[in-house]
C-alpha cells in the first residue's frame, strides 16, 4: 500500500486551510477555489448543490448563511437519521449539513458541528440562533481529535472535508472513539484513482482546493477499515471535476500552465465518493 499524500509542512498546510475558509466565511473569498465564484464552487443558485445531490425542497428551509457551496456530495440524506438521535458534523462549517440533520432527529435529537475555523462557527452560531434550533451546537477543534465524548454518537456525516486534514487515519480512530457501538457514518469526500502531476500534488492551493490533499481510494478506504469500522460500502462516485466543473485557482492554473499540465490532464483522476460505514456491535 503507497503512502497517504502530505505537504511538506502539515500545521503550515492546516494553517493556510484554516486561513482560507475563515475568509470564505467572512465573504472575501467566494468558494473553495478563489477570490471569484467559480462553476465548481457555486452556490445554490448556480446549482452547484443540486448537482451533488441535495433536493431543492430541503434546502428551501436551510438558513441562508448555512450554504456556501462547499461541499463535494450530500450525505446527509443518507444517513437514515432517526428522531432522538445524536450526530456529529466533521468539518461542519457554515452548517448546512448540521441543519439538515436537525430536521430528521428532530427537537429530542442532538446535531454536534465540529470545526477548527473561527470565522466559520461563528457563522453556523448566528444561523442556528436565528432559526431558533437548540439541538444544534458547534464545538472548536481538530477532526485529529475532536471534542467529543467517548461513544456518545449515533451518527457521523462529513462533507468534502476530510480530504483537508493531513493525518486522516487520526480521524478514523477518533470517529470509531465516539461512535457508539453499532453506530454508522456517511461521508461525502474526495479520493484519486490515478497520480497526480506533481505541479499539483505539491501545491497548498490545490490542497486547500479538495485536490492534492485527496488519498488514493484504496488507501483511503484502508484507513477506514484500520479504524475497526466494518461494512464499508461506497454508495456514490462520480468525477468530481468534470461533473460539477470545478474550478482550481487561477495561480495554480498559470504555474500548471508552465509546467505543460492540462486541467484535462486530472479527468478522471479527482473522485467525489459518498460511504457508509459502521462500528461492530458488541458481541
Known amino acids: 500500500m503507497s503512502t497517504e499524500r502530505t505537504m511538506p509542512n502539515t500545521e503550515e498546510t492546516v494553517d493556510t486551510v484554516r486561513d482560507r475558509y475563515g475568509r470564505i466565511a467572512e465573504g472575501t473569498l467566494s468558494g473553495c477555489c478563489g477570490a471569484t465564484p467559480t462553476p465548481g464552487c457555486g452556490t445554490v443558485e448556480a446549482g452547484t448543490a443540486v448537482t451533488l445531490g441535495y433536493e431543492q425542497r430541503d434546502l428551501a428551509g436551510v438558513p441562508e448563511a448555512a450554504n456556501l457551496g462547499l461541499g463535494c456530495g450530500a450525505p446527509v ?18 452548517g448546512l449539513d448540521a441543519f439538515l440533520a436537525a430536521r430528521h432527529v428532530g427537537p429530542t435529537g442532538h446535531v454536534i458541528g465540529v470545526d477548527m475555523t473561527p470565522a466559520m462557527l461563528q457563522r453556523a452560531r448566528k444561523a442556528a440562533a436565528e432559526a ?36 486522516k487515519a487520526a480521524v478514523f480512530r477518533e470517529v470509531a472513539r465516539i461512535l457508539r457501538p453499532g453506530g454508522r457514518m456517511v461521508v461525502s469526500d474526495i479520493v484519486l484513482d490515478g497520480t497526480l502531476p506533481d505541479v499539483v500534488a505539491q501545491d497548498t492551493l490545490a490542497w486547500v482546493g479538495c485536490v492534492a490533499g485527496a488519498a488514493p ?67
Not at 84 to 91: A, H
Not at 134 to 158: H, I, K, N
Not at 230 to 258: C, H, N, Q, W
Open 132 to 167: 431558533g434550533l437548540a439541538q444544534v451546537e458547534f464545538r472548536e477543534g481538530r477532526l485529529e481529535a475532536m471534542p467529543v465524548a467517548d461513544g456518545s454518537v449515533d451518527a457521523v456525516t462529513s462533507n468534502c472535508v476530510i480530504n483537508l486534514v493531513p493525518d
Open 77 to 94: 440524506g443518507l444517513l437514515d437519521l432517526k428522531p432522538g438521535e445524536t450526530v456529529l458534523d466533521l468539518g461542519s462549517g457554515p
Open 217 to 283: 481510494r484504496a488507501d483511503y478506504l484502508a484507513m477506514v477499515a484500520s479504524a475497526g469500522l466494518t461494512g464499508i460500502e461506497v454508495l456514490k462516485d462520480f468525477d468530481y471535476i468534470g461533473k460539477i466543473g470545478a474550478s482550481l485557482p487561477e495561480e495554480l492554473l498559470a504555474k500548471m500552465g508552465r509546467a505543460g499540465v492540462q486541467v484535462d490532464d486530472l479527468a478522471g483522476k479527482v473522485r467525489s465518493i459518498t460511504y457508509r460505514a459502521y462500528k461492530p456491535a458488541r458481541s
